[in-house]
């Protein structure tokens, strides 16, 4: 998937003209990130839970057999966030059945990364596409009273596919 232009993100006025992020940055942190919180709809309140995962080409590619799986058949929509808040990277996108064709990459690359042998299957693992994807940096001291903040916030937004509707998860 080509990767889109940064743009600045409208954040209640927060940021200000600064440096746009690369994707290389987003990019070295999904693919290093051992930990990826998924967050899914639910008819209440919505749910995130840790799971490991594998990024490739502007996608996660992720397991689960819990309480996630019955949220993305429910609503695929779905938000992954790293686990810093200094060097953040928020992934909205459809969580969809990850397809056969991608089922020996996913093995490779999850054994490299967990040291843990996958079931050679399919079932429960998903794909996420990228819909939107904002990045920002942050001083965790407080002390430059958020001018990292402000002048790192960048925004990718992909096209729209997969049906999604474009609405912030």
């Not at 600064?18 to 998924?38: E, H």
């Not at 058949?73 to 397809?99: C, F, H, K, T, Y």
């Not at 991608?102 to 843990?116: F, G, I, T």
């Not at 042998?117 to 958020?146: F, K, N, Q, T």
Request: net charge negative; hydrophobic share 40%.
């Amino acid at each position: 998937m080509r990767v889109p232009e940064p743009t600045r993100p409208s954040l209640s006025g927060y940021v200000t003209p600064g440096k746009l992020l690369p994707w290389a940055w987003v990019d070295a942190r999904m693919s290093k990130s051992r930990n990826y919180w998924i967050t899914t709809r639910t008819t209440a309140f919505p749910s995130s839970r840790p799971v490991w995962g594998i990024w490739r080409d502007t996608r996660l590619f992720f397991s689960s057999g819990s309480l996630i799986a019955r949220h993305v058949d429910a609503d695929p929509r779905v938000q992954v966030n790293l686990e810093s808040g200094d060097e953040l990277v928020i992934l909205e996108g459809l969580a969809r059945p990850m397809p056969a064709s991608e089922l020996d990459a996913w093995l490779d690359a999850y054994k490299a990364k967990y040291h843990w042998d996958m079931p050679a299957s399919v079932d429960g693992v998903y794909e996420v596409r990228a819909h939107r994807v904002l990045a920002w940096m942050c001083d965790s001291s407080g002390i430059d009273a958020g001018a990292l903040f402000a002048n790192t916030a960048t925004e990718w937004r992909f096209a729209d596919a997969e049906g999604s509707t474009g609405e912030a998860v």
